[in-house]
């Protein structure tokens, strides 16, 4: 049965790569989870004694992506299967209370768009709380925001995937935070993904090469401009159509890691798709950045500038 459920994945994965300009979504099913189960790493890459409790936050306000509870399956599995984490899931905001952070060593924020007007998913939820004033729902929200802030700043951990990167997307400090704010995105494309450094740590599970990606190309802004993370990732943008204007600096970072306080930040852009998690060399890497967020993969995270 095991061979039988690896062969069909694989089919799959043929299947996605010969059409993979247009990948289509599909519902999370336990097959397609076994499937990725079995090509997940099945420890980490660096040896820990101690479990450390992740946190994944997969609540959206915002734009709907439909890979959202693959995403937040994906990374528990692959967290839980190489026995380093403990994994909590979440859709609720009051885990962003001081209480309940400090249970947790890292926090995963899984594709939570929030709405265009403010793009403040705080706000988004408290604006809807019949029972408090907009003056109070604006004070707790900004509560909420500082507190993952503190938390960071303080040695949390964060990982932040694809579409999170715009969960608190007009704030200067959650931009600083993360390494940028998001932009815009043409449309989805093949991206000829390129490494920044082949011989670094964080970029160990692809070999020494880049690798061919179908995801939205994400342009950031903010203190993106700033440069201000170690960049692992990036693709060039004279390769990208649908750019809304040239843009002079032609390497844009798509993943990097950065210090924040005494805390670690790891953003990758690539994940847009669930197809995206049929590759186990993205499955390393995603492992990889979670025990960078928590300290046990220690590596150069010194910024550009």
Not at 18 to 27: G, I, N
Not at 156 to 167: C, D, E, K, P
């Amino acid at each position: 049965m095991m061979n039988k459920t690896l062969t069909t994945f694989c089919l799959l994965l043929c299947a996605a790569s010969m059409f993979a300009q247009d990948l289509k979504p599909f519902e999370l099913t336990d097959a397609w989870l076994t499937g990725v189960d079995e090509i997940a790493p099945s420890s980490t890459t660096v040896s820990v004694r101690k479990k450390k409790t992740l946190l994944i936050f997969s609540l959206h306000t915002g734009f709907e992506h439909w890979t959202i509870p693959h995403t937040e399956a994906v990374m528990k599995l692959i967290a839980e299967k190489s026995g380093a984490f403990k994994v909590v899931t979440s859709k609720d905001i009051s885990v962003f209370e001081k209480d309940n952070l400090k249970n947790y060593d890292a926090v995963v924020l899984n594709n939570n768009c929030s709405i265009g007007d403010e793009r403040n998913i705080f706000w988004d939820v408290l604006k809807t709380d019949s029972t408090l004033t907009e003056q109070v729902a604006r004070m707790k929200a900004k509560q909420l925001e500082d507190n993952l802030l503190s938390y960071v700043d303080r040695g949390g951990g964060l990982v932040v995937l694809h579409g999170a990167i715009t969960m608190e997307n007009k704030s200067d400090n959650f931009s600083q935070m993360v390494g940028g704010s998001f932009d815009y995105h043409p449309k989805q494309q093949n991206i000829a993904v390129k490494l920044v450094d082949p011989k670094h740590p964080m970029v160990q599970a692809f070999g020494g090469e880049g690798f061919e990606h179908i995801d939205e190309a994400y342009i950031f802004n903010n203190a993106y401009s700033q440069l201000n993370f170690h960049p692992l990732l990036y693709m060039e943008a004279d390769k990208i159509s649908g750019l809304k204007e040239p843009i002079g600096d032609n390497i844009k970072y798509i993943s990097w890691i950065k210090r924040y306080g005494k805390g670690h930040v790891f953003y990758s852009s690539p994940s847009h798709n669930a197809q995206a998690f049929e590759d186990p060399k993205l499955l390393r890497f995603f492992l990889d950045g979670m025990q960078y967020a928590v300290g046990d993969l220690k590596c150069d995270d010194s910024p550009m500038k």
